[in-house]
């Protein structure tokens, strides 16, 4: 069994407590982790806050500090397989998409290096005669990151890079499902030479550790990946400090497909969209609105796709899709299923569990013309797709944002003007045109409604991460006039 440590202050830590983690693929015990609570919560945030102020970081020039990020994302590179096949092992996510994501999650840091020193201020041309005044970006504080347990190592640099590239100091909370890329990626950091308490990574349970995190009173800031309960109680807790937040909280997400589309392009984008990472992505495109015309041929094709796919070990370079992340997961998808089809949604594919250890469901197509299924509006984080269909442009578009949810959405079609029309008309963060799934360090990301608010990746990111101080100086040597005198 491997065993893993908290880091808080440069040192490796076993924790005020012990858990033991499962492998998703075999529902079996592999490794032992370290569950922070309260005193550890505050020990790191501690840390955080002497390094911000008083530790060698706080001295550090914004070149020396995207250095230091350069380096770490090097080193994220050299060691992207040994991450990858950790974070498989622990959360079922298969190799071939771990591997991949990991050595791009360099690219991030790499991206964020190179903005360390361009976070600049400005000078204001103030209506007031011999006065001088700048506006000066200064690190927000000690932030708070809570990430699940999908895809950890990507979620965390989408906020550790633009943090530290702002200069602040911070502490991790990995999810308690599948933390092990995490903790391991802390040897990387400390390889790296940060100074001690810059970055800490721990992780435990929500009411222990999560909600201590985010109340504590040095902390300035809250960034949150996960579901919008989650993120009520993350808001509540930061009342206390009134930290200021960013959320990411996943989606329902449309995927509309005109007759004019390219079907087999659609069809591949489609089946990327909700069955990669086995459907436990924020952006996963889990509602399919087709024009009505092309419906059954569409779905025909999807149908033959998703009984190809390759279920079977995440290990396996050859599998394609692999288990849920937790037992929790599995009967949280298998009920939704199981409701939406009492409700009179029709199962094209899919639909049951497999016989056997592991927490696996299969691709799953659920036909819901007609029906209020609650597949429709509740997020299955799941290998699910619900599909209904369309007879004009003005329907797709209200299909579209019928729901609470706004983070991504795509859209299939050779007409460019419809598409432009689509583009300013559908309500979500992101708008993928003929494509799904892309991202970049250099593009920010962020949604719409219970999709959250703050945006990740892009300049606007880093600066997200600073707050202005504005500056007086006054240039005469004038006496400043007595104020009770009258002139």
């Not at 397989?81 to 298969?94: P, S, Y």
């Not at 990327?272 to 495109?285: K, L, R, Y």
């Not at 037992?327 to 949604?345: I, M, T």
């Not at 797709?396 to 008309?425: C, E, I, P, W």
Request: aromatic share 8%; charged share 20%.
């Amino acid at each position: 069994m491997q065993r893993f440590q908290s880091y808080i202050n440069g040192e490796f830590l076993d924790g005020e407590a012990r858990f033991q983690s499962i492998d998703p693929a075999t529902g079996d015990v592999w490794a032992d982790m370290p569950e922070a609570r309260e005193g550890d919560v505050d020990n790191a945030v501690n840390a955080a806050e002497h390094a911000l102020y008083e530790g060698p970081w706080a001295r550090l020039t914004a070149t020396q500090r995207g250095k230091l990020l350069y380096k770490l994302a090097d080193l994220v590179a050299t060691n992207a397989q040994k991450l990858a096949e950790l974070e498989t092992r622990d959360t079922g996510k298969i190799i071939r998409e771990t591997s991949a994501q990991i050595a791009y999650v360099a690219d991030y840091y790499r991206y964020y290096a190179g903005i360390a020193d361009k976070i600049e201020g400005s000078y204001l041309p103030i209506d007031k005669p011999d006065m001088d005044v700048w506006l000066r970006r200064e690190p927000i504080g000690v932030v708070a990151m809570v990430v699940p347990w999908n895809s950890q190592l990507f979620l965390s640099a989408v906020k550790i890079g633009p943090a530290l590239a702002a200069g602040c100091t911070m502490v991790v909370k990995a999810s308690e499902d599948g933390p092990a890329p995490l903790l391991e990626f802390a040897r990387l950091v400390h390889e790296a030479g940060f100074p001690a308490g810059v970055v800490n990574i721990l992780t435990g349970f929500g009411p222990s550790c999560g909600a201590a995190l985010a109340r504590h009173p040095k902390v300035a800031h809250v960034a949150f990946t996960g579901g919008p309960e989650t993120a009520r109680h993350i808001v509540r807790n930061s009342a206390e400090n009134l930290a200021s937040t960013s959320l990411e909280l996943g989606g329902k997400s449309p995927f509309i497909v005109f007759a004019d589309a390219d079907f087999e392009s659609a069809a591949n984008a489609q089946v990327a969209g909700i069955f990669a990472a086995t459907g436990q992505s924020c952006v996963a495109g889990s509602r399919l609105i087709v024009e009505r015309s092309v419906k059954d041929a569409f779905l025909s094709i999807l149908k033959r796709k998703a009984e190809a796919i390759r279920i079977g070990a995440p290990l396996d370079m050859a599998t394609e899709v692999g288990p849920l992340a937790t037992k929790r997961q599995q009967d949280h998808v298998a009920a939704l299923v199981e409701k939406s089809v009492g409700s009179g949604a029709r199962l094209v594919v899919g639909g049951e569990r497999p016989a056997g250890n592991g927490y696996y469901f299969p691709p799953t197509i659920l036909d819901c013309d007609g029906v209020a299924s609650p597949s429709l509006a509740e997020e299955f984080f799941g290998p699910v797709l619900s599909v209904v269909s369309f007879e004009t442009e003005a329907e797709a578009l209200k299909l579209a944002n019928d729901t609470r949810y706004g983070l991504a959405s795509g859209v299939f079609t050779q007409n460019l003007t419809r598409a432009h029309r689509l583009m300013k008309g559908i309500r979500a963060g992101v708008v993928w045109v003929n494509t799904y799934r892309a991202v970049s360090p250099i593009a920010p990301f962020g949604g719409f409604g219970l999709s959250g608010h703050g945006r990740e990746g892009g300049i606007a990111a880093a600066l997200d991460y600073t707050r202005t101080k504005t500056i007086w100086l006054r240039t005469s040597d004038d006496p400043i006039p007595d104020p009770f005198v009258m002139r």
